[in-house]
């Protein structure tokens, strides 16, 4: 079964086209990575795939739906580049933002409720984060960050995990601990993962990847691995 079916896609911002009839699968259970020159289009790609962008033709399916008929998008994890992550413009503990992405759980008040931050609390504890519940996430090292962020993606026990430069701005300690908790998921888990990235030869050394894409002239080549 296909995780992610991508058909035909193009888009552009002008009338330059950004994505230009691209096509790629990816199967269930699959670890890919996506690589390209800074301006290529990745982060546009992921946008489309996200439905946070609207082709300007061609289709994008996920686990055999098409976008606008998949009803339940906390199946989809994201982890946005650390630089938008360190964006957050208000105090907010660990567990706070975890547990905010149960969201649409939370009922007619909107507020979480026990069962929702004791889930929080479990995921949490299951990265290794049981001392950094109650601390502000603006407080902690961009490493610890990002393990919050998985953490956060990972509450509604995802299908697909996309991931968007996650190894840019931590350290080599925090590197190898966010490779070595990529395969545990992929691994154990059976999450689909895509994790779009910059540092093609450090991710391919610490990986077992099922597939290298190369995004260029507005398509997306298979370059092995």
Same mark, same amino acid.
């Given at each position: /079964?296909?995780?992610?079916?991508?058909? @035909?896609?193009? %888009?552009?911002?002008?009338?330059?086209? +950004?994505? #230009?009839?691209?096509? %790629?699968?990816?199967?269930?259970?699959?670890?890919?990575?996506?690589?390209?020159?800074?301006? =290529?289009?990745?982060? &546009?790609?992921?946008?489309?795939?996200?439905?946070?962008?609207?082709?300007?033709?061609? $289709?994008?399916?996920?686990?055999?739906?098409?976008?606008?008929?998949? @009803?339940? %998008?906390?199946?989809?994890?994201?982890?946005?580049?650390?630089?938008?992550?360190?964006?957050?413009? %208000?105090?907010?503990?660990?567990?706070?933002?975890? &547990?905010?992405?149960?969201? @649409?759980?939370?009922?007619?008040?909107?507020?979480?409720? *026990?069962? !929702?931050?004791?889930?929080? *609390?479990?995921?949490? !504890?299951? /990265?290794?984060?049981?001392?950094?519940?109650?601390?502000?996430?603006?407080?902690? $090292?961009?490493?610890?960050?990002?393990?919050?962020?998985?953490?956060?993606? /990972?509450?509604?026990?995802?299908?697909?995990?996309?991931? #968007?430069?996650? &190894?840019?701005?931590?350290?080599?300690? =925090?590197?190898?601990?966010?490779?070595?908790?990529?395969?545990?998921? @992929?691994?154990?888990?059976?999450?689909? +993962?895509?994790?779009?990235? !910059?540092?093609?030869?450090?991710?391919?050394?610490?990986?077992?990847?099922? !597939?290298?894409? *190369?995004?260029?002239?507005?398509?997306?080549? #298979?370059?092995?691995?």
């Amino acid at each position: /079964m296909e995780s992610i079916a991508v058909n @035909n896609l193009s %888009f552009g911002y002008t009338e330059h086209k +950004v994505i #230009d009839k691209l096509n %790629f699968t990816v199967a269930k259970g699959e670890l890919i990575i996506i690589v390209g020159e800074n301006g =290529s289009g990745k982060s &546009t790609l992921l946008k489309l795939i996200l439905g946070e962008l609207k082709p300007q033709s061609g $289709s994008v399916r996920l686990m055999g739906k098409k976008l606008e008929e998949l @009803n339940n %998008f906390q199946e989809i994890g994201y982890v946005p580049q650390m630089n938008v992550v360190n964006k957050i413009p %208000f105090p907010i503990t660990c567990l706070e933002l975890v &547990t905010l992405n149960l969201y @649409n759980d939370f009922g007619l008040i909107k507020i979480p409720k *026990r069962e !929702h931050r004791k889930k929080g *609390r479990e995921i949490l !504890h299951r /990265m290794g984060l049981d001392e950094y519940i109650n601390i502000p996430f603006n407080e902690l $090292s961009g490493g610890l960050q990002q393990r919050v962020m998985i953490a956060r993606a /990972m509450i509604n026990n995802p299908k697909i995990m996309i991931l #968007d430069e996650p &190894t840019s701005g931590v350290d080599e300690e =925090s590197k190898d601990n966010f490779i070595d908790l990529i395969q545990e998921l @992929n691994y154990e888990y059976n999450i689909t +993962v895509v994790l779009v990235t !910059h540092e093609i030869d450090w991710v391919k050394e610490r990986l077992e990847l099922d !597939h290298i894409y *190369r995004i260029e002239d507005g398509g997306l080549k #298979d370059v092995g691995i």
